[in-house]
């Protein structure tokens, strides 16, 4: 099918990454997915119909591998880059004075960097397609600064910030700018260790009484997000109960951060 759209996915190997393949290989998208986990890019491959995926082991901060893995993908899906989706990222948390620098880098090089490198390589692949969309999925910690988490949240407001800039400056490109803003989501990056604690966040998230949403639920806000005119879009009830309080109740959510309820979501 020469003439199919096609999706480019990051952190395509679980998760957020696989609901959205499989969302949009149901409409009959080519799907390109690029992971680290090779096992996992299997897994989602074997999940979509023959002919109509192709995969690629890669790391978002090696921008070499970004531009082979593009030139392959376009090559093969007719010239087509209709969705960039900017979906890669990492959940390492803790304080900041107990996370180590070397954690601290690698979640700012793979979060923010690898966006940076998704973006800035993708334009022009984006640009030769008519109607194409560069999609990013931020998170709920990109709505106020989270205590606890105050290094991926600092990425997370800037792939959000990244997000509403490239509207404005690729708006004469013909290329829309969208990111995802999900709350906590159930995959197993949830299982990711808090630093300082013999915890890991999915056993905050549940101790603090808080909702889980699907993939699937994040899947299906991608496709409305790519087909929409929202620069973001907010998925699950913590995202807009977050969304309400930082417009609304400042006070609030401030004391809250205090009692370091934190509030990360998930690729």
Known sequence: MADAKAIFITGGGSGIGQAVAQRFAR????????????????????????GMVDTYTMDVRDRAAWVSSLNDFTNKSGGRLDVLFNNAGVGTGGPIAQMSFEDMDRVVAINLGGVLNGAKI?????????G????NTASASAIYGTSGLVVYSATKFGVRALTEG???????????????????????????PIEGSNQNIREV??????????????????????????????????????KFAAKWLPGKIRKQMRRGLATPSDQ
């Not at 690029?34 to 999940?47: H, I, P, Q």
């Not at 194409?132 to 999609?135: A, E």
């Not at 290329?175 to 906590?184: A, E, N, Q, S, T």
Request: hydrophobic share 45%; aromatic share 8%; charged share 20%.
């Open 205 to 242: 998230v549940q101790n603090a009484g808080l909702e889980l949403t699907s993939p699937d639920a994040v899947a299906e806000a991608a496709w409305q997000a790519v087909h929409g005119d929202a620069v973001h879009t907010y998925v699950g009830k913590t995202a807009f109960r977050l």
């Open 122 to 130: 993708g334009h022009d692949y984006l640009k030769n397609t008519p």
């Open 132 to 135: 194409s969309c560069l999609l």
């Open 166 to 192: 490239l509207d404005g400056e690729w708006f004469g490109d013909g290329i829309k700018v969208r990111d995802l803003i999900p709350g906590f989501i159930d995959t197993p990056l949830l299982q990711g």
């Open 27 to 50: 409409e009959g998208w080519r799907v390109g997915l690029a992971d680290v986990n090779a096992s996992g890019l299997r897994e989602t491959a074997a999940m979509l119909p023959a």
